[in-house]
């Protein structure tokens, strides 16, 4: 019999108020009899509509069976066949608007807590299975991958799946991308990133830190020195965007880049490392996208009363509506309708204020969200020793410059064909932020899938 | 793991290593930088790089220990291995075209500005190579200068090497007097730039600036290295390290470079006594 519950079962997690002040996990995971409870309210439908939302395809109906049967490990197999960041995917992909916001049990209640399952899953065969997998035999082609984050290492594991030999080449001392240089410690813990990527060595796929395709070895390179049959590119978001007021240089404003490579990567919240980063006492970030919610709640962690200033309200929040909940209940002060119009410096060139405007919506632009206006004479300050801009990136234009016949949108992002990948030059691929701009980490996922399979087939019949 | 092949003490707080860097030294022309980390939680730093033997594959730098990371790099000696070392980064020095160019260098600075002086010179251009330096202890590269440059001039703050003043008084000497430059390059000290760079506005002179600034990733991701220049942000590791010296805002450029002074004294004492205890 089904499980009827009209609701998911909750998810634990830390409380608030002690989580504010570490970077553990927040959610601390399912308990087994939790996730088979949760299992059963699946009632594997005949459509099986939440696996068109998955953009990777994962079997969500087979693997979830095998947890009602608490058969965790072949739960696991089954994700794994189509996922090749099981962890990664069940505490970071936006499931709302994916595989749950399709399930048949969110009509009437809430849908299956598909993405706790999944991290359940993962979580259950990293900690209990001993088991590598298997390094499929060579067929003796090789491919390189440029850039380590979620579009490069899927479209790396799917091609080593299918015996190519494949090389990944990573611009930082480090491999995961913006997994392990963006997304904090309390929403992905680093050693679950370094545990997706060991499984990837283990199916003989290479990791090149260090280098930087487009400055220490071009594309052409690649394909013509190296030896490489094909290329796919996934080198990932660019340059941060700013706003354009004065002030943006004053000492203490971050881009949230910056500030979250400084924690992230470099571990500067740690005693012990050499990097070092401001401890703001009263910090405002700019934006309202889940990056924004990762930098305020960074801040929060280093001991700072923060606010978010967005100049829409609360409904077009951009950020996943988890990650809004979580940063409200740890204690961030949202200031909607609020737009930012100059941030003012002390004697010593450090930021001291930000001078603000409030702002009400009017029509619709292009995006199709109600256009923020300016409220006359509505001016006000902010006291800050401390801003952190997260307004989205620009492309990287490394690769671009140094890639003769790949074209380019007019913004900067790599033209490539939606399906496979494709762009203007024979053998290249590429996929996720390079490509859309920023966007989702699952996204970036299925774009590299599609891209491997694509190559597979562009090698297969050369 | 890069290894290091040679190390030398330029001057008491100077020191040169040549690093085992194939991949780098193929690509590395004057201008361009390198991001090394000294070990496992270590800071990225950029260095610029001072010299590079495509043949041997390997990349010269040259430091000077201001810091708990340069500090740590210099306890490093030959054989031993650099954590990370990648690059090159940066666009290079436009030398094309240029017949004759001043070059103005100040203290260790005067590594950096070595590459493209030597590059100039042995491209056939006429180049006079102003080096300036505290005192004569702290002078580096003095007959690498010497060779590669058409005309040489020694300054000094004191007077111990070569003659005393500043290297915007032998500039000024040297255009006053009739030399045309088609571009001045200054590399040194924020301030020296600065001045060097409003000395030459006067003339019309066109002048490149090589700017230094605090960076993580150096590829064009994190946004810590901006400068304003002409009025638009600009980042040093994508779009220079290089720019008009008549367009770049260097008040605001040396308030960022002390951004983390308070941090970096502390964390140099650290390491100076970790090393001491060491002993």
Redesign the interface.
């Known amino acids: 019999m089904p499980n009827m519950a009209p609701k998911k079962n909750p998810m634990p997690s830390q409380a608030a108020d002690v989580r504010n002040h570490n970077f553990q996990e927040v959610a601390l995971g399912y308990t087994a009899e939790m996730a088979i409870d949760e299992a059963k309210r699946c009632l594997n439908c005949k459509n099986h509509p939440c696996v068109s939302g998955c953009p990777v395809r994962v079997a969500i109906p087979a693997f979830i069976r095998e947890m009602a049967e608490g058969n965790f490990e072949t739960a696991y197999q089954v994700i794994a066949r189509s996922s090749s960041l099981p962890a990664v995917c069940g505490r970071v992909c936006p499931q709302e608007t994916q595989c749950e916001s399709k399930c048949v049990r969110g009509i009437k209640g809430e849908p299956v807590g598909i993405g706790r399952l999944e991290r359940f899953a993962a979580d259950w065969h990293n900690a209990n299975s001993t088991q590598k997998p298997q390094k499929p035999a060579s067929n003796g082609h090789r491919v390189a991958v440029i850039g380590s984050g979620p579009s490069g290492l899927t479209c790396a594991g799917d091609l080593a799946k299918m015996g190519y030999q494949v090389t990944v080449f990573e611009?930082?001392?480090l491999a995961g991308g913006v997994l392990v240089?963006g997304i904090p410690e309390f929403r992905l813990p680093k050693s679950i990133v370094q545990k997706e990527i060991n499984t990837l060595r283990d199916l003989g796929v290479q990791i090149e830190?260090?280098?930087?395709i487009g400055?220490?070895?071009t594309i052409d390179e690649l394909q013509q020195e190296y030896g490489f049959e094909a290329v796919f590119i996934g080198s990932?978001?660019?340059?941060?965007k700013?706003m354009?007021i004065p002030g943006?240089?004053?000492?203490?404003v971050?881009?949230a880049?910056?500030f979250l490579?400084?924690i992230n990567?470099?571990?500067a919240y740690q005693p012990?490392?050499?990097?070092?980063i401001?401890h703001g006492k009263r910090v405002a970030v700019v934006g309202g996208g889940n990056v924004a919610m990762d930098a305020a709640r960074c801040a929060k962690r280093l001991g700072a009363d923060v606010t978010i200033v967005y100049r829409r309200t609360e409904a077009e929040l951009p950020a996943r509506r988890e990650e809004v909940e979580h940063a409200m209940e740890e204690g961030i002060v949202f200031k909607f309708l609020t737009n930012p119009l100059e941030i003012l410096g002390n004697e010593?060139?450090w930021v001291s204020a930000v001078r603000c405007q409030e702002m009400e919506l009017g029509e619709p632009d292009a995006s199709g969200r109600r256009r923020p206006v300016p409220k006359e004479g509505s001016e006000f300050t902010l006291d800050l020793d401390c801003v952190i801009m997260a307004l989205g990136t620009s492309p990287?234009?490394?690769i671009k410059s140094t890639t003769e016949g790949l074209e380019t949108q007019k913004w900067g992002g790599i033209i490539a064909d939606e399906n496979t990948g494709l762009t203007s030059r024979p053998g290249v691929y590429a996929g996720g932020d390079a490509v859309t701009g920023a966007a989702t980490v699952i996204l970036a996922m299925g774009a590299g899938k599609n891209a491997a399979a694509a190559i597979d087939e562009y090698l297969k019949s050369k | 793991m890069n290894k290091i092949l040679v190390k030398k003490c330029l001057n008491p707080t100077v020191t040169l290593m040549v690093v085992d860097a194939p991949l780098v030294a193929r690509k590395a022309e004057p201008g361009q930088f390198i991001i090394l980390r000294v070990d496992e939680n270590g800071e990225r730093i950029p260095l610029t790089v001072a010299d590079y033997d495509r043949e041997k594959g390997s990349v010269t730098i040259i430091f000077q220990v201001v810091g708990a990371t340069t500090e740590k790099l210099n306890h490093l000696n030959e054989g031993d291995f650099i954590h990370d070392f990648v690059g090159p980064l940066g666009r290079a020095t436009h030398t094309e075209g240029l017949k004759k160019v001043a070059v103005v260098g100040g203290g260790v600075g005067c590594a950096i500005a070595y590459p493209v002086t030597k590059k100039l010179f042995e491209q056939g251009a006429q180049v006079h190579a102003i080096a300036g330096f505290r005192n004569k202890d702290l002078v580096i590269l003095e007959d690498e200068f010497a060779s590669h440059s058409t005309k040489f001039i020694r300054m000094s703050d004191d007077g111990s090497w070569g003659e005393k003043g500043l290297v915007t008084d032998a500039l000024k000497k040297l255009i006053e007097s009739g030399e045309q430059y088609d571009e001045v390059i200054t590399i040194g000290p924020l301030i020296m730039m600065k001045f060097v760079c409003r000395l030459t506005k006067e003339y019309g002179v066109k002048t490149i600036a090589s700017m230094n600034p605090i960076m993580i990733d150096g590829t064009g991701m994190c946004g810590g290295c901006r400068l304003t220049v002409g009025g638009k942000t600009k980042f040093a590791c994508v779009d220079g390290p290089e720019f008009d010296g008549h367009e770049i805002d260097f008040d605001e450029a040396m308030a960022r470079g002390r951004t983390y002074q308070d941090f970096e004294r502390h964390a140099f004492e650290e390491a100076c006594n970790l090393f001491k205890e060491a002993k």
């Open positions: 611009a930082l001392h240089y830190t260090n280098v930087v400055k220490t070895i990932g978001a660019g340059l941060p700013f354009s943006e240089n004053l000492k203490g971050y881009s880049n910056e490579t400084r990567l470099m571990k012990g490392s050499d990097t070092p401001q010593q060139g990287n234009p490394l």
